[in-house]
């Protein structure tokens, strides 16, 4: 009895000891576990402000993007308008019509008033209307939407033969710019297009101490402004 009750006490002792083991191996894990969460916790807490910091960057960023896709695109408009205006002005540099110069404004040309005008006269020579068909056929299928200026010009002489007509050589050089329209908008120019001025005794291009400069100055110019 006394060995039964030996083991049995053995027994007993022994078990308390591994629970007690147990117990403590079990709260060293648990211990283990709290401080593997709390640092999962600071990890996890650091990754969360990188996330955010990543986020305030890329919202940055797309802001930034939107705002060069914008500079972009008026580049683009800017760029497609410079060449436009460039083929515009390729357009305009090409070879101008037989007996046309060059202005500032457009083209022009001269006509000698000798050829559409008899001395003293603003009725326009069949000479002269012949000329001018072929004019405003030009500006028909050239200048299409162009303000055509027509100035008339004489020489210094003052008017004698016609003097009864005309009031003076301005006078006289009103109404042969105005005859010249005139038969421009039957020839198909269109009238708000169409401008009537007379410079009379002005802007002479020769001298008028000769015939041949004197001629030159009597004259009628057709401006293109465009």
């Given at each position: 009895?006394?060995?039964?009750?030996?083991?049995?006490?053995?027994?007993?002792?022994?078990?308390?000891?591994?629970?007690?083991?147990?117990?403590?191996?079990?709260?060293?894990?648990?211990?283990?576990?709290?401080?593997?969460?709390?640092?999962?916790?600071?990890?996890?807490?650091?990754?969360?402000?990188?996330?955010?910091?990543?986020?305030?960057?890329?919202?940055?960023?797309?802001?930034?993007?939107?705002?060069?896709?914008?500079?972009?695109?008026?580049?683009?408009?800017?760029?497609?308008?410079?060449?436009?205006?460039?083929?515009?002005?390729?357009?305009?540099?090409?070879?101008?019509?037989?007996?046309?110069?060059?202005?500032?404004?457009?083209?022009?040309?001269?006509?000698?008033?000798?050829?559409?005008?008899?001395?003293g006269s603003a009725t326009l020579s069949q000479r002269g209307r012949a000329r001018l068909r072929q004019i405003?056929?030009?500006?028909?299928?050239?200048?299409?939407?162009?303000?055509?200026?027509?100035?008339?010009?004489?020489?210094?002489?003052?008017?004698?033969?016609?003097?009864?007509?005309?009031?003076?050589?301005?006078?006289?050089?009103?109404?042969?710019?105005?005859?010249v329209v005139r038969l421009l908008r039957k020839l198909g120019i269109p009238a708000e297009n169409l401008e009537?001025?007379?410079?009379?005794?002005?802007?002479?291009?020769?001298?008028?101490?000769?015939?041949?400069?004197?001629?030159?100055?009597?004259?009628?110019?057709?401006?293109?402004?465009?």
């Amino acid at each position: 009895m006394n060995r039964l009750k030996a083991l049995s006490t053995f027994t007993v002792l022994v078990m308390g000891l591994i629970i007690m083991g147990c117990d403590k191996q079990c709260k060293k894990e648990l211990a283990g576990l709290k401080h593997l969460y709390n640092e999962l916790q600071l990890k996890n807490q650091d990754l969360q402000k990188r996330l955010d910091e990543c986020q305030d960057k890329n919202t940055k960023l797309m802001t930034q993007l939107a705002d060069k896709t914008t500079q972009l695109e008026e580049v683009q408009t800017e760029l497609a308008a410079l060449k436009a205006r460039k083929a515009k002005k390729v357009v305009s540099e090409a070879p101008l019509p037989a007996g046309w110069q060059k202005t500032a404004t457009g083209a022009k040309i001269t006509l000698a008033s000798d050829i559409l005008f008899a001395p003293g006269s603003a009725t326009l020579s069949q000479r002269g209307r012949a000329r001018l068909r072929q004019i405003a056929a030009t500006i028909r299928n050239t200048y299409p939407n162009a303000t055509i200026r027509v100035y008339g010009f004489t020489d210094s002489d003052p008017i004698k033969k016609s003097k009864k007509l005309w009031k003076d050589n301005l006078d006289l050089s009103a109404n042969r710019a105005m005859a010249v329209v005139r038969l421009l908008r039957k020839l198909g120019i269109p009238a708000e297009n169409l401008e009537a001025i007379g410079m009379g005794a002005t802007h002479f291009i020769a001298p008028n101490t000769t015939p041949a400069g004197k001629a030159r100055n009597r004259r009628v110019e057709i401006v293109v402004v465009k």
